[in-house]
């Protein structure tokens, strides 16, 4: 058995058993989780702080940054998808039977959009705000971030290991953005 071989099957045996920890009591909340559309609120909580703490004009400004830096991460995750070309857990055929597959789409598994992306809006914001705002706040932006990254393991549709690159991936993102950011547009810490 290859090296690669190897990590697959512990990828996939992780995969089943944190997706058989699901039960149907909780599986419109992770579905819910899992949309991104439905945390508009969220993000618009996120940028009146911005705005509130750095001001109008630079808090636009960092706004615009983390907007342009999202729409540029979700182009490079479908590129490394389509490079990769690995499938989705729920589209396996050997391990359809073996998870509880709440969505599926025919899209690309490596790595999770949805991980790299709440990781880098959060990272974003824990480096651009973090002696701003109380620490309390920063960390519950980060448990939103986890949690909708795990939601794509919950619901069958990512592997662990998709979840786990894409959180790395987008906090290294949400970091340089930050540093960007106060690099060019001052620290006023």
Request: aromatic share 20%; hydrophobic share 50%.
């Amino acid at each position: 058995m290859s090296v690669f071989s190897a990590l697959q099957q512990i990828d996939e045996n992780l995969l089943i058993y944190l997706n058989s920890l699901g039960n149907e009591t909780w599986d419109s909340f992770w579905l819910t989780v899992t949309d991104q559309f439905f945390w508009w609120w969220f993000y618009l909580m996120i940028s009146a702080i911005i705005i509130f703490k750095l001001g109008w004009r630079r808090g636009l400004i960092a706004i615009i940054l983390i907007i342009l830096g999202l729409v540029i991460n979700d182009q490079f995750i479908n590129f490394i998808k389509e490079l990769t070309g690995r499938s989705r857990p729920c589209n396996v055929a050997h391990l359809q039977e073996k998870l509880r597959i709440l969505k599926c789409t025919p899209q690309k598994s490596f790595f999770s959009g949805h991980a790299g992306l709440s990781f880098s809006f959060a990272s974003y914001f824990y480096f651009l705000l973090r002696n701003k705002i109380p620490r309390w706040f920063l960390l519950s932006v980060f448990i939103w971030a986890f949690l909708l990254a795990y939601s794509r393991i919950y619901i069958g549709i990512h592997y662990p290991s998709d979840v786990v690159i894409g959180m790395l991936e987008g906090s290294i993102l949400g970091f340089l953005l930050a540093f960007l950011f106060k690099k060019r547009f001052g620290n006023k810490d």
